[in-house]
């Protein structure tokens, strides 16, 4: 995917100016501090594939509009109680390049419980599931570009890289274009993790600017007494101010 990925959508068409993405400052995709880049990480340049009439008239979100629990992971798979852990709020809004909101834009996210486990078939870490939270929410972006979700601060956890890895808590994102074959991928860190400095995948961005666009700032402002305390975490799709996404530009 590149970050054109929402130049269908009508906001977009206005766009006055192309901003390219500074690959300087993109994570590196060969790093051997993070050691699975060793085996995963292409040899031959990226090809760019075009996007087909099939492709951009394809399924679009206007059938799937989100439940009214869907951007709340705390009650969204609770049955008998409710998730455990840090309650939190996490919200921001979706920004082009030129600081415009972008509305109605599906965001997806998912995470790890507060053991720091995945209900998923392939996490083995030994930190028990939690009955009551999938760790799966999606919204969309309201009229100004706003999105919020009501989750748990997710766990640390281990992962296999030689030495003691740890992830730091973090929240995985992604960001849809107009259709489904336009999609963004990210991570959001929480401020003040001590263990962001130490994680190799966070490293595969040299430049710690960059890196800093990644970290959810704590926002009390939207905390809610006596329930979630609230971290903020802004999506700029472009520019100088760009969220750094796990997808490169392609054809380069
Ligand atoms: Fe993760």
Redesign the pocket.
């Known amino acids: 995917m590149t970050l054109e990925l929402l130049e269908g959508h009508p906001v977009h068409r206005l766009a006055s100016r192309y901003y390219d993405r500074d690959l300087r400052i993109q994570p590196v995709r060969h790093d051997p501090l993070y050691a699975s880049t060793l085996l995963r990480s292409p040899t031959h340049p990226p090809l760019a594939v075009g996007e087909t009439i099939a492709d951009l008239s394809g399924p679009v979100f206007g059938h799937l509009k989100p439940g009214p629990l869907d951007n709340d992971l705390i009650g969204n798979f609770a049955s008998g109680g409710l998730a455990l852990g840090e309650r939190i709020i996490i919200h921001g809004t979706v920004q082009d390049q030129n600081g415009r909101p972008v509305p109605e834009t599906l965001i997806e996210i998912w ?2 419980n507060a053991g720091g486990r ?1 209900r998923h078939v392939r996490d083995g870490y030994l930190a028990p599931l939690d009955p009551n939270f999938s760790g799966c929410g999606r919204c969309l972006t309201d009229r100004d570009g706003r999105y919020t979700f009501k989750t748990i601060r997710p766990g640390p ?1 281990p992962f296999k890289n030689g030495g003691c890895a740890w ?1 730091p808590s ?1 929240i ?1 994102f992604s960001v849809f274009g107009a259709t489904f074959t336009q999609r963004l991928v990210t ?1 959001a860190y929480f401020e003040g993790d001590p263990l962001i400095p130490l994680c190799p995948i966070a490293n595969t961005i040299k430049d710690p600017r960059a890196l800093r666009t990644l970290v959810a700032t704590l926002d009390m402002s939207a905390a809610i007494e006596f329930d979630a305390l609230a971290y903020r975490f802004d999506i700029v799709l472009r520019g100088r101010h760009a969220t750094f996404f796990e997808n490169r530009t392609e054809g380069v």
Do not use: P, T
């Open positions: 995470q790890a995945y956890y992830r973090h995985h991570q």
